[in-house]
């Protein structure tokens, strides 16, 4: 007998929601006497242009300007034409995107329920004569009930397809996607006023800014993405050296000022060309992760981690001392002792030494750069490799 969890998946939850999308599609198309209105096909490719100016955010969650330009046509016309054009907008998104058919059936779905839910409870209110501020009262509701119900579905299929909690993938979501309110909002409303008061031509002087903004903020957002991945390691997720060197420089005095005592660790897996020969580097490439994410839960958030290079990694630890560092660094080596890497394939050791800033260290012109630091943490570490490996040691003048 099938239990409801093995029912409740990601293809049977997507299956659902695309059969109610479908729907309300079929059941609320608008009557063809609508199309007579040369502005309806203007509208219609605003739509669709709309949807091909998409911004995706971390939690996989994208925001376009579908969104406000639907809620315009919700305004101005009524809720048919705003399903009917919003579900084209999609449809031509996933066309332009070569995205697989089911997921594109979703999407049309998920946006067709939230704007439907939206529009069904602005009018019972609205009589599409906009009068402000008194119609905020419902307008504002309208657009939290599309902005809460795409949230949701979008969420929960995140959920599903990331192996994650659904709670944390929908804040994830609500932190990311906050802009969206006044987004919708704000636009949606500037083009009633705008084509109310000027028609196709005020539609028109309106929108170029509108897209503009959305298309810089997509190639800031490019350019962060670019710069973010110049100073992250692709097989870790951890900062690189290059991270390394640019705290060194930036932010090494600073935190030495306000704390002398700081430690540094540099840690070296033991033997792992040897898991390199034997595995491939594939697996290679899967220890140096998991080997990461370990050391990353065993450190404290305001401590440092780098991928130094190859297996070599820098853990740095303000306002610790020698004895703090060894207390981090042996539970590190309790944790890794336990752990079978690789889905249980192999079990690893590794080489750390720790090389300590402290009061009695500030005048010692050898010390006055984090670079000292690492270089004396080297040794350190060459000496525990020399002394039978899987130890830690200290560095000594």
Request: glycine share 6%; charged share 20%.
């Amino acid at each position: 007998m099938l239990s409801i969890s093995k029912l409740w998946n990601e293809r049977n939850y997507q299956t659902i929601i695309s059969i109610f999308g479908l729907a309300i599609i079929f059941l609320h198309l608008p009557k063809w006497s609508m199309f007579t209105q040369h502005e309806i096909f203007y509208f219609l490719a605003l739509c669709i242009i709309a949807s091909n100016s998409s911004i995706e955010f971390k939690s996989g969650i994208k925001m376009t300007m579908t969104s406000p330009v639907c809620i315009f046509v919700l305004l101005i016309l009524n809720i048919n034409m705003a399903v009917l054009m919003g579900s084209i907008g999609v449809l031509s998104y996933h066309i332009f995107t070569r995205r697989r058919l089911e997921k594109c059936i979703f999407n049309i779905a998920q946006f067709t329920i939230s704007i439907f839910l939206a529009g069904t409870f602005l009018y019972r209110f609205y009589d599409r004569n906009l009068n402000l501020p008194g119609d905020f009262l419902y307008i504002i509701p309208a657009i939290i009930i599309f902005e809460v119900t795409n949230l949701l579905l979008v969420s929960r299929a995140i959920s599903f397809k990331m192996n994650e909690s659904f709670k944390q993938t929908l804040i994830d979501g609500l932190k990311e996607s906050q802009v969206g309110l006044p987004l919708y909002l704000s636009n949606g409303l500037i083009m009633y006023i705008c084509y109310q008061a000027y028609g196709l031509w005020g539609l028109a002087l309106i929108i170029i800014p509108l897209f503009s903004v959305t298309w810089l903020f997509k190639a800031s957002k490019r350019a962060d993405e670019h710069e973010e991945n110049a100073y992250i390691c692709p097989t870790t997720r951890l900062k690189n050296r290059r991270c390394l060197n640019d705290w060194l420089e930036r932010e090494f005095p600073n935190t030495v000022q306000n704390d002398p005592n700081i430690s540094f660790i540099l840690i070296d897996i033991d033997d792992f060309k040897r898991i390199n020969d034997q595995f491939g580097h594939d697996v290679g490439d899967q220890v140096l992760g998991e080997f990461g994410d370990l050391i990353r839960n065993n450190i404290r958030d305001t401590d440092l981690i780098y991928r130094y290079g190859g297996e070599e990694f820098v853990i740095i630890l303000p306002a610790y001392n020698k004895a703090g560092a060894n207390v981090i660094i042996e539970r590190l080596r309790e944790t890794v002792t336990d752990y079978t890497f690789s889905n249980g394939k192999l079990n690893i050791t590794f080489s750390a030494g720790i090389a300590t800033l402290d009061s009695s260290l500030l005048n010692d012109d050898n010390m006055n750069t984090g670079n000292e630091l690492i270089r004396r943490a080297d040794m350190a570490m060459y000496s525990a490799k020399q002394s039978g490996k899987n130890q830690t040691q200290f560095f000594r003048h």
